[in-house]
Structure formats: C-alpha cells, structure tokens
C-alpha cells in the first residue's frame, strides 16, 4: 500500500527555519511530482511548491517564494521542503502530495490516482 | 498566480438529490497541448484530500460515476447526481498551471 510519511513539524518562533521530510514507500517515487499543499486551521487548502520527478523542475506558491526550498531525493525515496523566515501565517498542517501523473518514455501519463499524507503540523508562534 | 473561485460556498443536500457546484477561474485554463488543467477534490471529515476529477471531466480510479465534471476555459461545474450521505466533505477545485492554485471550497452537507 503507498505510504507518504511527513515528518518535522513542531513549534518555532517567527523567523526561525524548519525542514520537512516525507517518506515515501510501495511505489517508484522517482518517476511522480511531488508537491506540498498546507492547510491552516479550519481553512481551506493551499498550494506550497512542487517538484518534477527528476528534481530539476521546481515552482512555489507567491507566498512561499524566495523562503522556501522544495528538494527531493531518489536514491531514499523522500521529499523535502526547507522553511526558512518563518512567519506565523505559515502555521499550518502541511501534506506531502503525489501527483497523479508518472514520467513515462518523456511524457507524463495520468496514473490510477494521487495520494495524500496524513500531514504534518507546524506551528509558529512568539 | 491565477485566482479561482467556487460557488456556492456551502451547500446542504437532501440524499438522492442532485448537486453541482461551479469553479471560475481567472484566465483559461487550457494549455498549449490541448488538456485543460481543472482538477477537483474532496476533503472529508478527518480525512486528506483526495482527487476526483482531473482534465475537468475525467475520473479518478475508484470515483463513482455519479460524479461528473464538465466545462472548458475558464468555468467548470461538477455535478453529484444523486448525492450519498459519503459524499459530505469540501469540494475544491484546482488550476495545474504550475503554480497549482486551489479554490476556496465548497461544503457539502447533507439535510
């Protein structure tokens, strides 16, 4: 079954750094984008960053732009995403994200569905 | 970053009945290679997201069929048939124009 496992949350104060890690487990993860999407408390969904499934590609929310880093690695099947001048409108469950779609002889194909982590929970806050 | 907006933003629903909520979208959504970016979600109680619908109006694996999205450019509509006490949770739409932009959800309950 696939498994995508965040880790790294906690509380830290406005401006500090945090970095994120999400496992991934029973499926080839270098071949699926993967994204961050954060949900602050009783509000809806909001879109981080992403990654193309080789690393090289990468994009940001407006928000999150020149703070945050998006990373991956292969080799350990686990994403990461590097907060930094943290700010407390970025308190938030964070969730890792596979994309629904999987690289395959240079397109990317629609796969049987994305899956999402239970999420992570990062506080910031004086 | 593109905007998106749903309507309506909350929703009750007798089970049985039809549902439909509409998504806008600041610019189109259609792309170079012809697939337009729309995808929908459903969040239940508790639970993470799960996608529904990708390219507007196909289905994820496992989606019922009384689920069906529909529109082109920039309006989009999905539309329950009969809705099921499972279906409650908020709806989202999402553009996939890197980057990803979410809407702001719509509730569905169930009267």
């Known amino acids: 079954e696939v498994q995508l496992v965040e880790s790294g949350g906690g509380l830290v104060q406005p401006g500090e750094s945090l970095r994120l890690s999400c496992s991934a487990s029973e499926f080839t993860f270098s071949i699926y984008s993967m994204h961050w999407v954060r949900q602050a408390p009783g509000k809806g969904l909001q879109y981080v960053s992403g990654?193309?499934?080789?690393?090289?590609?990468?994009h940001y929310a407006e928000s999150v732009k020149g703070r945050f880093t998006v990373s991956r690695d292969n080799s350990k099947n686990t994403l990461y995403l590097q907060m930094s001048r943290l700010k407390v409108e970025d308190t938030a469950t964070y969730y890792c994200v596979r994309d629904l779609y999987y690289y395959d002889r240079d397109i990317y194909r629609p796969g049987a569905s994305d899956f999402w982590g239970r999420g992570t929970v990062v506080t910031v806050s004086s | 970053d593109i905007v998106m907006t749903q309507s309506p933003l909350s929703l009750s629903v007798t089970p049985g009945q039809p549902a439909s909520i509409s998504c806008r979208s600041s610019q189109s959504l259609l792309e170079s290679d012809g697939r337009t970016c729309l995808y929908w979600f459903l969040q239940k109680p508790g639970q993470s997201p799960q996608a529904l619908i990708y390219e507007v109006s196909n289905r994820v694996s496992g989606v019922p069929d009384r689920f069906t999205g529909s529109g082109a450019g920039t309006d989009f509509t999905l539309k329950i048939s009969r809705v099921e006490a499972e279906d409650v949770g908020v709806y989202y739409c999402?553009?996939?124009?890197?980057?990803?932009?979410f809407g702001p959800g719509t509730k569905v309950e169930i009267k």
């Open positions: 990654i193309s499934h080789n690393g090289e590609g990468t």
């Open positions: 999402m553009q996939n124009i890197p980057p990803r932009v």
